[in-house]
T-cell receptor, first 114, second 114 residues
Framework: KAGVTQTPRYLIKTRGQQVTLSCSPISGHRSVSWYQQTPGQGLQFLFEYFSETQRNKGNFPGRFSGRQFSNSRSEMNVSTLELGDSALYLC?????????????FGPGTRLTVL | AQSVTQLDSQVPVFEEAPVELRCNYSSSVSVYLFWYVQYPNQGLQLLLKYLSGSTLVESINGFEAEFNKSQTSFHLRKPSVHISDTAEYFCAVIRGGGFQKLVFGTGTRLLVSP
């Protein structure tokens, strides 16, 4: 099975712009979660989508949004970029059902905001 | 709310020496515990997990961790490290029966030198 893929791998934007990141989960997985990794804040949960619905959300401003398509692929959007949004954005996929589902991470998209 | 504490931000060790990476968690409910490893410019890989049953869990590459409920700890150990073990290690928890949001510690960088 192919793993979780994220595109693009690297991205450079300037303040005020918006950006869209994409995540393709493992085939058959219906849940996609997004995490932000920064040196200062570490790994923080952004949101989770399951069957095209946002199921849970972390403590991030409304500039961070996402969606999931019928094929379970997910996109994350950040509007009005700030310098502090520079981070590695990781997505993780899992089956999404049951008591526990192992999450499989993609390689991440490194976003640099200038 | 759950939280995870990794007291050591960096652990230097010589090749073939033993190592212990410490992890303590706090939670008022039962949790599942994990160790993830992150190599440079890569995503997170699950190293091992404790869901239930035996409190000692092992990975395929020689790492082990022991769940200690009374001390709320889940320390990671390896009796003999290799240069290739150089990476960042994250301890994480998921609340049992709840939503699959991973709460991560701040990470420990393991530096193995010859």
């Amino acid at each position: 099975k192919a793993g979780v893929t994220q595109t693009p791998r690297y991205l450079i934007k300037t303040r005020g712009q918006q950006v869209t990141l994409s995540c393709s989960p493992i085939s058959g997985h219906r849940s996609v979660s997004w995490y932000q990794q920064t040196p200062g804040q570490g790994l923080q949960f952004l949101f989770e989508y399951f069957s095209e619905t946002q199921r849970n959300k972390g403590n991030f401003p409304g500039r961070f949004s996402g969606r999931q398509f019928s094929n379970s692929r997910s996109e994350m959007n950040v509007s009005t970029l700030e310098l502090g949004d520079s981070a590695l954005y990781l997505c993780a996929s899992s089956p999404g059902t049951g008591q526990y589902n192992e999450q499989f991470f993609g390689p991440g998209t490194r976003l640099t905001v200038l | 709310a759950q939280s995870v504490t990794q007291l050591d931000s960096q652990v230097p060790v010589f090749e073939e020496a033993p190592v212990e990476l410490r992890c303590n968690y706090s939670s008022s409910v039962s949790v599942y515990l994990f160790w993830y490893v992150q190599y440079p410019n890569q995503g997170l890989q699950l190293l091992l997990k404790y869901l239930s049953g035996s409190t000692l869990v092992e990975s395929i590459n020689g790492f082990e961790a022991e769940f200690n409920k009374s001390q709320t700890s889940f320390h990671l150990r390896k009796p003999s490290v290799h240069i290739s073990d150089t990476a960042e290690y994250f301890c994480a928890v998921i609340r049992g029966g709840g939503f699959q949001k991973l709460v991560f510690g701040t990470g420990t960088r393991l530096l193995v030198s010859p």
